[in-house]
């Protein structure tokens, strides 16, 4: 988040619960998953504020990016790369899930939001993937 605010971006954080309680692995992943998701709101959403929600924990971690709708930046223009499926594949490797798109904002044109998560194995259970359409929260 450091990276994202030296850039100008403005950026509200919660943060909650220990992030050495999870493997180091999955920490890598909030990390990654938050900075893609900060660039992409500079480089899709320029001057628009965003809100980074992580919480670790054993049974489950997750983490969510959000932001308003903003004005694209030239470097919009300039085509995409494949962080969101990078970040897919790994989120997944992970045994976990990740989701992204529009939501409703309240401010003119949709916003968007980046949410990733992991359950933990309970008795047996597998964590699973599960994709389709960004569920509004």
Same mark, same amino acid.
């Given at each position: 988040?450091?990276? +994202? ?13 220990? +992030? ?27 001057? +628009? ?77 597998? +964590? ?10």
């Amino acid at each position: 988040m450091a990276e +994202a605010r030296s850039a100008g971006q403005t950026v509200e954080a919660d943060l909650a619960g220990d +992030a050495e309680s999870v493997p180091v692995s999955h920490r890598l992943a909030v990390h990654r998953v938050v900075r893609e998701a900060l660039t992409n709101a500079r480089k899709h959403a320029s001057g +628009a504020p965003a809100r980074v929600t992580v919480r670790y924990g054993t049974a489950e971690s997750a983490v969510e990016v959000r932001n308003d709708a903003g004005t694209p930046s030239e470097a919009a223009a300039l085509g995409g790369g494949y962080g969101l499926i990078g970040l897919t594949e790994r989120v997944t490797a992970l045994g976990g899930r990740l989701e992204y798109g529009p939501t409703d904002s309240g401010q003119p044109g949709p916003g968007r939001a980046v949410r990733a998560g992991r359950r933990g194995r309970r008795r047996g259970v597998k +964590a699973g993937f599960r994709s389709g359409p960004l569920p509004e929260r």
